[in-house]
């Protein structure tokens, strides 16, 4: 089975949240929720079993961490959205995202670094 790798607007900033802390144990997890969120114990540990369900953090003996560090995680994000939306080209996509403008020398001359640094 394939994973998909979309967050709700919730789920992100969730995420964002351990990030941010971790490793931090379940209770004090709980606490911060309810302070940045307003949520209650059930709706963290609800939000916590999803995003552990979809490979994103584990939660082991009362600790959470993540199994996805966020960068890795928006990467695959990126790549899975240029794989729906532009059939996986990546000039496609550049193209859209540039929309028409002109890009800086600095801009072309990181894209071709990039390029050069790949493998291919």
């Known amino acids: 089975m394939k994973k998909e790798y979309r967050l ?14 971790e490793p931090v144990s379940s209770t004090a997890l709980v606490h911060l929720c309810a302070e940045a969120f307003a949520w209650k ?4 540990y609800t939000m ?3 995003l552990c369900e979809k ?15 966020k960068e890795d995680f928006y990467g695959k ?3 899975e959205y ?8 990546l000039p496609r996509f550049l193209t859209a995202f540039c929309g028409g403008r002109k890009l800086t020398a600095a801009e072309v001359a ?3 670094r990039l390029i050069d640094e790949a493998d291919v």
Do not use: P
């Open 55 to 69: 490979g994103v953090f584990r939660n082991e003996n009362a600790t959470v961490t993540s199994v996805m560090k």
């Open 8 to 21: 709700t607007e919730a789920e992100t900033e969730f995420a964002e949240l351990i990030w941010t802390h």
């Open 82 to 89: 240029v794989n729906e939306v532009f059939g996986g080209s």
């Open 48 to 50: 916590l079993k999803n």
């Open 77 to 79: 994000q990126s790549r």
């Open 110 to 112: 990181e894209m071709r």
């Open 41 to 44: 114990k059930s709706t963290t």
